[in-house]
């Protein structure tokens, strides 16, 4: 979630205060769980585990009732492109808006928003009366609402559990939202194969009740209003300018944007990779599509786990070379039961790659900013994949699903060994930017080592 304007002296009530000295660290596997110990992470944390699940739901039955009415790979392409393109073309309004006003009011407001657009879907499909171009029309809203989202939701984040704990509340929420790309999609194949795919988009719309319980508990300290109007547009260059102007922040986008646009698309083809490839069906992208969460759960784990922003830099370049290699292998599968194996790699270098660059990017970000810099990361992220989807739609169409997935792998693969190339030129930068942040000791770098050497 997004924060405000000016976050000094304005921290949430309920962040703690650093760990006393004398304490002893805690072990590595609970440390992934230290952003816990705050009242207001836990809250969101219990609402997000429910929520989620309706979210995951919502999108295997959507993807499955538009290739039952249809058939079409391109139109599977069309409403995934539909519901992501507004993230690309509003994210930076949504960090603007986050970092000037309250980001759990924004976030309050977005939910409810989404949470109407599930009940209107729920209704539409249960009644009967569905068509293609309503699913694209609440696609569509529903990414102008996720553009104003997803920016103040990932900036929140250090409202609540400041910056100490920032890298293991990313991980948890990662976990968490991959843990319910496990539940969600399971019990979604079985609701779609057994009675329809109405109820799982009711389902979702019920699940959102929990995430505004949860919202609306917390006490949090808003910051205050800034003084005067402000120039939106100055505004967003200024964002643009701080992430351009940063040779770090820079590549790490655009290996994001690459990723998303020649690999991530894998999940718009898993309709026909189920029905087509495997003979699974509804069931079977289900299963593929929990496998993909297994995997995604324990990447979000591994980044909660490490205590430190170090060695983050080759990490995200080694998760996506990872996931370059485990997508192009699960393109050659005919095997359920090995595609759902070689499906949870995918799922954990992708997760791996995303969040330690999420986590980087925070820490690195100047307070003020943090807001515009998430939305950039936004716009990497799902804004670009609308491209991606719609291209791996038409390819799929012509040279096939399996083909396709092979070539966004081997695209991912390159990205990488390039990315990795350019980090000892810019290790300088980024460690200055971490240390200036505080999120990085006197002797850390972003890629592991120390001006004398391995840290």
Known sequence: MSEPPTLAGRQVAETAAPMPSAAPPPSRPMGAFRALRHRNFRLFFAGQLISLVGTW??????????YRLTGSAVLLGTVAFVSQIPVFFLATVGGIVADRYPKRRVVIATQTAEMLLAF???????????????IIVLAGLLGVANAFDIPARQAFFVEIVGK???QSAIGLNSSIFNGARIIGPTIAGILVATIHEGWCFFINGVSFVAVLVALLMMRVVEP???????????DALEGFRYA??????????????????????????????????LNAGARGLGLLMGATGVGAVMGALTLAMR????????????????FGVSLALFSFSRSLALSMVLLVPVGYFVMLQMASTNTLLQSMAP??????????????????????????GFTADRLGAPVTL??????????????????????????????????????????????????
């Open 57 to 66: 739901m919502q999108t295997v039955a959507q993807s499955w009732l538009v």
């Open 120 to 134: 209107l879907l729920a209704g539409l499909t249960l009644t009967g009366i569905v068509q293609v171009w309503q």
């Open 164 to 166: 100490e704990d920032l």
């Open 224 to 234: 205050e209003a800034p003084p005067g109007k402000r120039d939106g547009w100055q």
């Open 244 to 277: 351009l102007g940063s040779p770090t922040i820079s590549s790490l986008l655009l290996l994001v944007g690459l990723v998303s646009v020649v690999g991530i698309p894998y999940t718009v083809l898993m309709p026909i990779i189920a029905d087509r490839v």
């Open 307 to 322: 205590r430190s922003v170090r060695g983050l830099g080759r990490l995200a370049a080694a998760a996506a070379g990872g």
């Open 367 to 392: 307070d003020h900013l943090r807001g515009r810099i998430v939305a950039l990361y936004s716009m990497m992220f799902m804004g670009m994949s609308p491209a991606g989807s719609l291209g791996a």
């Open 406 to 455: 092979a070539l966004g792998g081997i695209a991912c693969m390159l990205g990488a060994v390039v990315f990795a190339r350019r980090l000892p030129h810019f290790r300088a930068e980024a460690v200055e930017k971490l240390r200036l942040s505080g999120a990085l000791d006197a002797e850390s770098t972003m890629d592991g080592e120390s001006a004398g050497g391995r840290g």
